[in-house]
């Protein structure tokens, strides 16, 4: 199967596209208890959360090191794995939003929907947000169906930094999932009103997510031409 909205390739039973986000296949997320995976627990979540650790790496980070600077050294991938009980709680959350995004994108909905409470509990914790840490808890929100919580979110980019396009992106996942087609389509709009000027920018956010951005870029030209494709 492929993304209706991206034509990124997923797997048979995902929901959501990793790539742009784009909810896929039919219906609403059901509640994160439906279908529990309890085979995932107690030490099988333990060993689930190393490899997740073991697979992360931190290669498009901002600040990382400019590639060459360091004699091109493949160290990151030979480090030992990290302990989880060590981590800041700003690596802690942003795995598991990252799990719950991989594990989408595999089409392993019940153990995304297992992992989602966790990610959102782990972004409740950390003292202050970021905008890139609000885009994760809205994308997290859209996985699980809260659409009120993901423009939550966007407004409080909005109110951060007023052209961000992050919190674009969030409004028209949200009025989507939604069924809001004029509000979907004002905040594709405002996407690529806004877009040039704050690419330009080069927020360290907006290199971690180019895939999200190329792929919105995408749909928004597509809608805005008209050319929306029906569902
Ligand atoms: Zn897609
Ligand atoms: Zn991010």
């Not at 199967?1 to 959501?16: E, I, Q, S, V, Y």
């Not at 333990?46 to 400019?66: D, F, K, M, N, Q």
């Not at 990252?98 to 989602?116: C, I, P, W, Y």
Request: some cysteine; charged content about 20%.
């Amino acid at each position: 199967m492929t993304c209706h909205a991206c034509g990124a390739p997923l797997a048979a039973t995902a929901k959501f596209c990793h790539k742009c986000g784009a909810q896929v296949g039919g219906g609403q997320a059901p509640g994160w208890w439906v279908g529990l995976p309890w085979g995932v627990a107690g030490a099988a979540l333990g060993a689930l959360l190393a490899v997740l650790a073991l697979r992360i790496g931190r290669s498009r980070e901002p600040g990382a090191v400019p590639d060459g600077a360091r004699g091109g050294t493949a160290a990151g991938s030979l480090l030992p794995a990290p302990d989880i009980s060590q981590m800041s709680p700003e690596e802690r959350a942003t795995r598991l939003y990252n799990r719950v995004m991989t594990l989408h994108s595999q089409g392993k909905a019940d153990s995304a929907e297992f992992f989602l409470p966790m990610a959102l509990q782990a972004y409740a914790m950390l003292p202050a947000l970021d905008i890139d840490g609000r885009y994760h808890i809205g994308v997290l929100d859209l996985t699980g169906g809260d659409y009120a919580g993901a423009l939550a979110q966007a407004d409080s980019i909005h109110r951060a930094v007023p052209a961000h396009l992050f919190a674009f992106m969030l409004r028209a996942r949200a009025f989507e999932l939604r069924h809001d087609a004029a509000g979907a389509r004002r905040a594709y709009a405002e996407f690529l009103r806004n877009e040039a000027a704050e690419r330009a920018r080069q927020r360290p956010e907006y290199a971690e997510h180019a895939d999200n951005l190329d792929a919105f870029h995408t749909q928004a030209t597509q809608v805005a031409a008209g050319r929306t494709r029906a569902r």
